[in-house]
């Protein structure tokens, strides 16, 4: 089946800086990604969608210029936690959606990435 | 808006003991709906899914039936393994957005 690769898989940066989060799809073309937020016992949060080659759509709530997402390629988007703060402090998970002309609507997530703000 | 809720865990059970997860949405129009699974370590990955009412979407001994009439789309094994020990996630999608349950953490002991 289709994989999608996160990296790093976690990180630990000081408060002020900022991280950068990469997800991959290995072997599939995905114009669309997903970034998913997961609290410790709560839901996947959407926290934005990625498109290539224009904007990423952001949900209500979510601060554009504190989660940056560029989606460089269609095989490439990237997540900028900038000026990171301990709340910030989370599991990231990207996804995208299946690829070809059948879309199930199935998502093929990456592993995640755990950020550790001190 | 959309949501989805599932029953909160952790479940506990015995190997070969009988597993229902409950899980119920709500949704404008004809949603797709989906569990995935995340195994300790893992990302999330897709159990089984159904895209209409009364289709019955099953996967590895797990099964679900769209319940249109009781907008639910429970999780249902005869007998689970120790390896069954995930966190379960019952999801729907409506045009491009997949709403999530807060996830179910299932624990099967020997």
């Known amino acids: 089946g289709a994989v999608v690769s996160q990296h790093p898989s976690w990180v630990i940066c000081k408060s002020g800086t900022s991280v950068k989060i990469e997800c991959r799809s290995l072997?599939?073309?995905?114009?669309?990604m997903f970034w998913y937020r997961q609290f410790p016992k709560q839901s996947l949060m959407l926290m934005a969608t990625s498109n290539e080659g224009s904007k990423a759509t952001y949900e209500q709530g979510v601060e554009k210029d504190k989660f940056l997402i560029n989606h460089a390629s269609l095989t490439l988007s990237t997540l900028t936690v900038t000026s990171a703060h301990p709340e910030d402090s989370s599991f990231y998970i990207c996804?995208?959606?299946?690829?070809?002309?059948?879309?199930?609507?199935?998502?093929?997530f990456g592993e995640g990435s755990r950020l550790t703000v001190l | 808006g959309n949501s989805v809720t599932q029953m909160e865990g952790p479940v506990t059970l015995s190997e070969e003991a009988f597993l229902t997860i409950n899980c119920t949405y709500t949704?404008?129009?004809?949603?797709?709906l989906f569990w995935y699974v995340q195994y300790p370590g893992e990302g999330l990955q897709l159990l089984l899914k159904?895209?209409?009412?009364?289709d019955k979407g099953s996967n590895k001994g797990f099964e679900a039936t769209y319940r249109k009439e009781t907008t639910s789309f429970h999780l249902e094994k005869g007998s689970v393994q120790v390896s069954d020990s995930a966190v379960y996630f019952c999801a729907l999608k409506s045009g491009q957005k997949v709403t999530f349950g807060t996830g179910t953490k299932l624990q099967v002991i020997p």
């Open positions: 072997d599939f073309q995905a114009t669309t």
């Open positions: 949704a404008t129009g004809y949603p797709s």
């Open positions: 159904a895209t209409k009412a009364d």
């Open positions: 996804s995208a959606p299946s690829p070809g002309l059948a879309n199930t609507g199935e998502l093929f």
